[in-house]
């Protein structure tokens, strides 16, 4: 069964880089059945896609956030991150990383989430 | 981009009691509808793929139908455990894949 953890600061400052890393385990992110997402969710409301990698290094971003949003991966140490630039009150949330299938196009697993504030 | 909408966005039910939620596309989406279970402080869970695809280990009592711009989710015999928030979520334009406002199911 592969686990999802997501990690990183809890509390980033407006105008500076959110980062995020997801750790995989029982599974690998080289898989070619499987894009590897990030997902957010703002306190109290729905759910946003941000972007996903594959294993072949591409990437795939939601237009609204394509400008601020980088995903990269460590396969070595099979994780892939989550970079956000200049970030405002508005992406605070919680963010998830998820393991998507990719015949079927549904987000077989998730972490547990975690809440990152933007707040001086 | 396509805009998912759920209704209701709140319903209130009992235990045994079989209730749908519905959930609409703005354009046709043929079959890529997923459906997901969020409880508290919990991240979502997969019920129903490609519009009516049991996820394996989710009760027979959950089934998803539809295809173009309309779905529906019915849970039949609701259990204390299937009151949570539910999303859809359309994955026809990838990747700017969009989630519906959510419904909360809660108990009567």
């Known amino acids: 069964q592969v686990q999802l953890q997501e990690s990183g600061p809890g509390l980033v400052k407006p105008s500076q880089t959110l980062s995020l890393t997801c750790t995989v385990s029982g599974g690998s992110i080289s898989s070619g059945y499987y894009y590897w997402s990030w997902i957010r969710q703002p306190a109290g409301k729905g759910l946003e896609y941000i972007g996903r990698?594959?294993?072949?290094?591409?990437?795939d971003y939601n237009p609204s956030l394509k400008s601020r949003v980088t995903i990269s991966a460590d396969v070595s140490k099979n994780q892939f991150s989550l970079t956000v630039t200049s970030v405002t009150a508005a992406d605070t949330a919680v963010y998830y990383c998820?393991?998507?299938?990719?015949?079927?196009?549904?987000?077989?697993?998730w972490g547990q989430g975690t809440l990152v504030t933007v707040s001086s | 981009d396509i805009q998912m909408t759920q209704s209701p966005s709140s319903l209130s039910a009992s235990v045994g009691d079989r209730v749908t939620i519905t959930c609409r596309a703005s354009?046709?989406?043929?079959?890529?509808l997923n459906w997901y279970q969020q409880k508290p402080g919990k991240a979502p869970k997969v019920l129903i793929y490609v519009a009516s695809n049991l996820q394996v280990g989710v009760p027979s009592r959950f089934s998803g139908s539809g295809s173009g711009t309309d779905f529906t989710l019915t849970i039949s015999n609701l259990q204390p455990e299937d009151f949570a928030t539910y999303y859809c979520q359309q994955s026809y334009t990838t990747p700017l894949y969009t989630f519906g406002q959510g419904t909360k199911l809660e108990i009567k």
């Open positions: 998820a393991r998507e299938n990719r015949a079927q196009t549904y987000f077989e697993d």
């Open positions: 990698f594959y294993s072949t290094g591409s990437t």
């Open positions: 354009q046709s989406i043929s079959r890529y």
